[in-house]
Nanobody, 127 residues
Framework: QEQLVESGGGSVQVGGSLRLSCTVS????????MAWFRQAPGQERKVVAG???????????DSVKGRVTISLDNPENMVNTVFLQMNSLKTEDTATYYC?????????????????WGQGTQVTVSS
């Protein structure tokens, strides 16, 4: 059974950086799409960034464009890890960050577009 495990969350000051990792395991076929979502207390889960595993084409939420980069450890081959490099962090980036994967489509920005989820990792940005 497919499993996603996130790591790399933590506390950082405004303007700092964090790199999140998500390790994928237990799958027979490469996922078609990997993504990061985030959810702040009392808010809906929203997409941060997604990436096609075939070729590495990425898409981002407007709120993080220019500050965040999603990448794969092994595009076009068996994906093991997806990364989220976050720079120039703001207090509004504080949330639980979730890794997600889907084996059928890509480009979706809704949680309903993704089949498999990690347990989440907390990111706290303080001023």
């Amino acid at each position: 059974q497919e499993q996603l495990v996130e790591s790399g969350g933590g506390s950082v000051q405004v303007g700092g950086s964090l790199r999140l990792s998500c390790t994928v395991s237990g799958y027979r076929h490469n996922p078609n799409c990997m993504a990061w979502f985030r959810q702040a207390p009392g808010q809906e889960r929203k997409v941060v960034a997604g990436i096609y595993t075939h070729g590495g084409s990425a898409y981002y939420a407007d709120s993080v464009k220019g500050r965040v980069t999603i990448s794969l450890d092994n595009p076009e081959n068996m994906v093991n890890t997806v990364f989220l490099q976050m720079n120039s962090l703001k207090t509004e980036d504080t949330a639980t960050y979730y890794c997600a994967a889907d084996w059928y489509s890509c480009g979706g920005r809704s949680p309903q577009d993704f089949k498999t989820w990690g347990q989440g990792t907390q990111v706290t940005v303080s001023s």
